[in-house]
């Protein structure tokens, strides 16, 4: 039987680039690409297309990943963009946030990273930080981290009662590289970890045990630490897979 396919969104490369054949061009991290091989998931790289709707590909993949990016547009959580807000890219947002329903509504794993996270609480309802060290005063972390990417710098505390307990323990140190953050938390999601200034790390659905996303960069860390997260999530990918093909 083959192996389950976690897609990740892709990256749109938006620089006006000399190579014809690079302009516009789909991409995703490789650093992310080897984790989801490593847990023993095919990864593909999904971008956007003008002339599909995101619920299109949804027979193409056994789980979604969103991996990191530029900001989340704000109008997917009613806001306006901010002076502070960094690049944002609506082509991208809207075919995530309808790959996001068709994951939900088909039972598929979703895990997000960074953006992915915020992407994930932002269409389901809660709403983002647009440059939160300008916005709030109480944040006092680094989180957009100046020591190299791989290198853990601030600590996070694991929710006990969550399932990314069960993977990570109590709590440890990750990278940090994110500008934006939660600010209001969907209703449908609940805080798996924070960090030491209260800034939401890690969410997980309520309901549903197949959706759960990082603040930081997993696929960036040291591979025994982070593998555990990938394997778990790879293992809803496999259990859902088996369900669906019964
Ligand atoms: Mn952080």
């Known amino acids: 039987m083959r192996k389950p396919i976690a897609a990740v969104t892709a990256d749109i490369l938006l620089a006006d680039l000399k190579p014809m054949n690079q302009k516009m061009a789909a991409y995703a991290p490789r650093p992310l690409l080897d984790a989801l091989g490593r847990a023993g998931l095919m990864p593909i790289v999904l971008p956007y297309n003008d002339y599909m709707k995101p619920e299109d590909f949804i027979n193409t993949f056994d789980a979604l990943v969103l991996p990191g990016g530029l900001n989340p547009t704000p109008r997917l959580y009613g806001e306006e963009p901010l002076w502070c807000i960094g690049p944002t890219f609506l082509k991208r947002d809207l075919f995530e946030a309808g790959l996001i329903k068709a994951c939900i509504s088909r039972g598929k794993p979703i895990l997000g990273i960074c953006r992915g996270m915020q992407i994930l609480n932002a269409v389901l309802g809660g709403t983002l930080w647009q440059d939160m060290t300008k916005q709030n005063p109480k944040l006092y972390i680094q989180h957009m981290q ?66 759960c996303g990082v603040q930081w960069h997993p696929e960036l860390m040291e591979p025994e630490l982070m593998d555990p997260l990938f394997k778990a999530f790879a293992e809803k990918a496999s259990r859902e897979r088996l369900a669906v093909s019964r």
């Open 146 to 211: 100046k020591a190299p990417e791989n290198i853990p710098t601030h600590y996070i505390e694991i929710e006990k009662e969550s399932r990314l307990h069960k993977v990570l323990g109590d709590g440890l140190y990750v990278n940090s590289y994110h500008k934006e953050g939660i600010k209001k938390l969907s209703p449908l999601l609940r805080e798996t970890a924070h960090s030491a200034d209260g800034l939401i790390e890690g969410v997980e659905s309520i309901e549903n045990e197949l959706i």
